[in-house]
């Protein structure tokens, strides 16, 4: 069975500082592999995903994200942190041959910011 | 603008009442779903639907039914309201097509059951 795993449940970060979060999976074949983010008071929003070719990706408000299939990991960064950017972020994995109803969401890691 | 609509921000029920939460979409898609979002836990999918008058479990589908009576709604039913199914609920609906897609999510309702 798949697995995602977000070692990181809290994350604090100064503004203007880099970010990366940590996404880690078990799958057995290639994956379709997601990031989406949870602003306070809202439902989630995609910022990327990751199907197949270049294994580096890039999403919407700055993030990207880079697919390294020998560690089994997707993690997401972004250069420059922003107050905005404070929320929770998942990563999401489903294989793919199914669609969303075989997908698997992390715990999710809460980003703090501080100015 | 691509829209999920979830009827209630915040509810309170009382332990044993019956309790709908409802989702409107206005994408037209054909698949609609429905999770609930536990701290710790993630996200885990109830029951989803790939058209109308379908639907199938999820992972968690206990205690839970739906109804899909038009493409664009997709309600979620608590028979008896229980202590443990407070939690937040989370709407999201997708185009149809092979492989996973976009989902679009709603704002979620936080259900308290007393």
């Known amino acids: 069975a798949q697995s995602v795993t977000q070692p990181d449940i809290h994350i604090t970060v100064s503004e203007g500082a880099s970010l990366e979060l940590r996404c880690n999976y078990s799958?057995?074949?290639?994956?379709?592999l997601f990031w989406y983010v949870q602003s306070p008071g809202q439902g989630l929003q995609l910022l990327l995903k990751y199907f197949s070719g270049d294994t580096l990706v890039q999403g919407i408000k700055g993030f990207e994200a880079e697919f390294k299939r020998s560690q089994s990991s997707f993690n997401l960064r972004k250069p420059s942190v922003h107050w905005s950017d404070a929320a929770e972020y998942f990563c999401a994995v489903g294989p793919s041959n199914f669609g969303n109803e075989k997908l698997t969401f992390g715990t999710g890691t809460r980003l703090t910011i501080i100015p | 603008d691509v829209k999920v609509t979830q009827s209630s921000r915040y509810l309170v029920k009382r332990t044993g009442e019956k309790v709908f939460l409802e989702c409107v979409q206005d994408m037209d898609h054909e698949n609609m779903f429905w999770y609930r979002q536990d701290p710790g836990l993630g996200l885990r999918l109830i029951y989803f639907s790939y058209d109308v008058k379908m639907k199938e479990k999820g992972d968690i589908p206990e205690g839970y039914s739906v109804s899909r009576e038009k493409k664009e709604r997709f309600s979620l039913i608590l028979e008896s309201a229980s202590t443990n199914q407070t939690s937040m609920y989370l709407c999201?609906?997708?185009?149809?097509?092979?492989?996973?897609?976009?989902?679009?999510f709603g704002s979620g309702t936080q259900l308290s059951v007393l």
């Open positions: 999201a609906s997708t185009p149809a097509g092979a492989g996973a897609h976009e989902l679009f």
């Open positions: 799958y057995g074949a290639t994956p379709y």
